[in-house]
């Protein structure tokens, strides 16, 4: 089977073990889903054409932003604002844009969770309540619970600025990707940063323990990760043994960050 396109991120779904789709884009329109999940265990081959569209305008571009933006469209798109990587900087609330007072209500002025995942160790972050469990599935996480829904993309920002200085809020993705999976308990530890919460969002404090759980399709975790980059390396041919997070994994310990090459346009084989 041969597929052709711009990648995107996968899509995923939450099962006994997660399901994964990679769309593949004719620019910005939608082209086919290749069902990933069915090329564990096989060889594969993934050829970089050499051409990178815009995820936002669809115009080739020499180097990508971001997740595949011209750099026009980094500066200036809602997808790349600064309070997306920082919530705690939206102002929406306040009727205050950042750069797209539309774009912003939609998707900042709607409840957001605080959430305690297990990737490696354990993280603390802020997502769209719409985004679960996909935002948990796409860091790798086996498992999360919610610590606070709060009304509004800022508010979730503030209390995560609150508990950073207790615990991370990155990924180590080496260790996420060798499952070097920490003993920690997620609800002892949630229990410890809901004391440490400002009063002033006590009210949007979730006290219901739930942990999801996400077991990822791997057959072979590598014991050490190279990355791999299409730039670097436009032609990639081994064996799939595991996806997981965005990552690909090969049989020889090399992964690929899908997600880091959304725009490029690739051929994918097998």
């Not at 026009?72 to 990587?85: C, G, L, R, T, V």
């Not at 990639?236 to 959304?262: M, P, W």
């Amino acid at each position: 089977m041969i597929y052709t396109g711009n990648i995107r991120k996968m899509r995923s779904k939450l099962e006994e073990q997660v399901q994964y789709e990679l769309p593949l884009y004719n620019v910005l329109e939608q082209g086919e889903l290749v069902p990933m999940n069915q090329l564990i265990g096989q060889d594969i081959s993934i050829r970089f054409e050499h051409v990178i569209n815009c995820v936002v305008t669809g115009k080739k571009i020499r180097k990508p932003y971001g997740e595949g933006m011209s750099y026009d469209a980094f500066m200036s798109s809602p997808m790349a604002s600064p309070s997306i990587i920082r919530p705690e900087l939206s102002r929406i609330h306040e009727g205050i844009a950042l750069r797209d007072q539309e774009w912003e209500r939609k998707h900042h002025l709607t409840p957001h969770y605080v959430y305690l995942s297990k990737t490696s160790g354990l993280k603390v972050g802020v997502t769209r309540a719409t985004q679960i469990p996909t935002r948990w599935i796409d860091q790798g996480a086996v498992e999360a619970v919610i610590i606070a829904e709060t009304p509004y993309r800022g508010a979730a920002g503030l209390i995560e600025v609150a508990l950073k200085d207790y615990i991370a809020d990155k990924t180590n993705w080496r260790k996420m990707l060798t499952n070097d999976i920490s003993s920690a308990s997620l609800l002892d530890k949630k229990e410890e940063l809901i004391e440490l919460i400002p009063e002033e969002y006590e009210d949007f404090i979730e006290y219901d323990g739930e942990i999801t759980h996400i077991n990822f399709p791997v057959l072979q975790y590598p014991t050490k990760v190279k990355s791999l980059k299409l730039d670097k390396v436009p032609i990639i041919e081994k064996k799939l043994v595991g996806i997981k997070g965005q990552y690909l994994i090969f049989n020889d310990q090399t992964v690929i960050n899908l997600r880091s090459h959304a725009g490029y346009h690739v051929t994918l084989e097998f």
